[in-house]
């Protein structure tokens, strides 16, 4: 368990060290700020409750920069527990990084004795306003949904394929498996893997001229969530990730990540506007279906007045929700059926009743002849349990590996109790996968939800 919150502590200070950063971009106005001044890191302690943000400044007066992030201190840290989605932001201090004099003479000398340069890559973080000009310096586009494909990544991944071709620019949608049944409607021609993404990006044909695509994460920024098509995406001219989940790990060149939005099929639906891009039927279709899937319907604390709005101008354009809602929601398969009757066999209720965990195992899955469609929305299915504020549903994975998904009704948040296992997710859905047995996960998150809702108010 020390494991696990060492690991915490590394993955917030990654997180606010890009919020601060971001904060000095746009909103941190102080005169003191008008210099260069970097953030190069952040040291979170393991508890969360308290953190030291390390920065360098150039031309500049270090007391009033320092002066400056004291004065700001109160809305750095009113914004960070907003973004992650935490009730008590960490204790901030603000120090100067001495390393970066040491790490310059350390550059000067490693250039005389012509070191080649490891490869890496340094994410930028870009503006909203400055996508349409990034994504419009390619002709080429491979767009890659995350594992575990679900409405959103698929949705806005196809949406932005679509508008490219109907601009004339190739662009192809590569997933790391076969498309969901209820996923079908969204109609395209996807990828399934690298072998023939391959040979698109690098032709056969010697003469023939060889254009350098943009690689394009949707949904994403995790590079383990591309399982499989990691030297596929890396190899392209350029990387870009556009997300909205608040614990992000960015692994590419740019990434644009917005966590107030419900969804990234909101951010590309903007994207198009602001691009000046075709919305079609499809690609209104495409973005319906990201935007209801990861809303629950319109039902989860991340829906807002906008999304109500861009709902709506989706619909003007043609989205066809008719067939969307019958087949994600009103096509269920008996197997569907049989897969929550052996969970609520292995149901679990604890804190007082407060939290519902259960769980199916490999081998009945393969029995059931159920798919990842039928394994679906079983957390959902917990959650609706009359007094349960939280909700796990724990799914063997044919590799042994587990897979849990959490639902809060509220109080709780899930993505930071996902985050404390290595996953993460939204305030009220997030996830994690674990290499440890179910027997395991379950005793570990069942001791970890208990501490939880014994903090919750009582009505």
């Given at each position: 368990m020390k494991k696990q919150r060492t690991y915490r502590g590394k993955k917030l200070g990654e997180e606010m060290r890009r919020i601060v950063s971001d904060m000095l971009a746009r909103e941190l106005k102080d005169p003191a700020f008008d210099s260069m001044i970097s953030i190069t890191h952040v040291k979170a302690s393991d508890d969360g409750s308290s953190a030291t943000v390390y920065y360098t400044s150039l031309g500049s007066d270090e007391n009033a920069v320092l002066g400056g992030f004291e004065k700001a201190q109160g809305f750095i840290r009113s914004e960070i527990g907003r973004r992650l989605g935490i009730r008590r932001a960490p204790e901030l201090r603000f120090k100067q990084d001495d390393t970066e004099r040491y790490g310059q003479r350390i550059d000067s000398i490693l250039d005389e004795l012509d070191i080649p340069?490891?490869?890496?890559?340094?994410?930028?973080?870009?503006?909203?306003?400055?996508?349409?000009?990034i994504i419009d310096s390619f002709e080429r586009y491979m767009i890659f949904t995350h594992i575990h494909l679900d409405g959103d990544t698929l949705g806005s991944a196809v949406a932005f394929a679509e508008a490219m071709r109907e601009i004339g620019r190739e662009a192809w949608v590569v997933t790391g498996e076969e498309i969901p049944r209820t996923l079908e409607l969204i109609d395209f021609p996807c990828i399934i893997g690298t072998d023939e993404a391959e040979r698109i990006v690098e032709p056969d044909?010697?003469?023939?001229?060889?254009?350098?695509?943009?690689?394009?994460?949707?949904d994403f920024t995790d590079p383990e969530r591309l399982e499989g098509r990691e030297n596929l995406f890396y190899d392209a001219?350029?990387?870009l990730c556009i997300d909205h989940h608040a614990i992000s790990k960015p692994d590419c060149d740019l990434s644009y990540i917005e966590p107030d939005a419900a969804a990234t099929s909101e951010i590309v639906y903007r994207l198009l506007k602001e691009a000046g891009l075709p919305v079609t039927e499809r690609i209104a279709t495409a973005l319906y279906v990201g935007v209801v899937t990861d809303t629950g319907r319109f039902q989860y604390a991340n829906t807002t007045p906008e999304t109500h709005i861009i709902a709506a101008e989706l619909l003007a354009a043609g989205a066809d929700f008719t067939?969307?809602?019958?087949?994600?929601?009103q096509n269920v398969k008996a197997e569907k059926l049989y897969v929550q009757s052996e969970m609520?066999?292995?149901?679990?209720?604890?804190?007082?009743?407060?939290?519902?965990?259960?769980?199916?195992?490999a081998d009945t899955i393969t029995r059931l002849n159920a798919g990842e469609d039928e394994t679906d929305g079983m957390s959902e299915v917990l959650r609706s349990i009359l007094g349960v504020e939280v909700s796990a549903f724990l799914k063997e994975l044919p590799d042994g590996r587990i897979k849990v998904s959490m639902r809060s009704k509220g109080w709780l948040n899930v993505a930071a109790l996902a985050f404390e296992f290595g996953g993460g997710g939204h305030m009220r859905a997030a996830g994690f996968i674990s290499e440890l047995t179910i027997e395991e996960v379950c005793k570990q998150l069942k001791e970890r939800l208990t501490e939880a809702l014994g903090k919750m108010p009582v009505e």
């Open positions: 340069e490891e490869s890496g890559r340094l994410c930028k973080e870009v503006a909203f306003g400055e996508l349409p000009g044909a010697a003469d023939e001229e060889v254009l350098p695509y943009m690689s394009i994460g949707m001219g350029q990387t067939t969307a809602y019958r087949e994600i929601y609520l066999g292995n149901l679990d209720l604890f804190a007082n009743g407060r939290a519902a965990m259960a769980f199916v195992r």
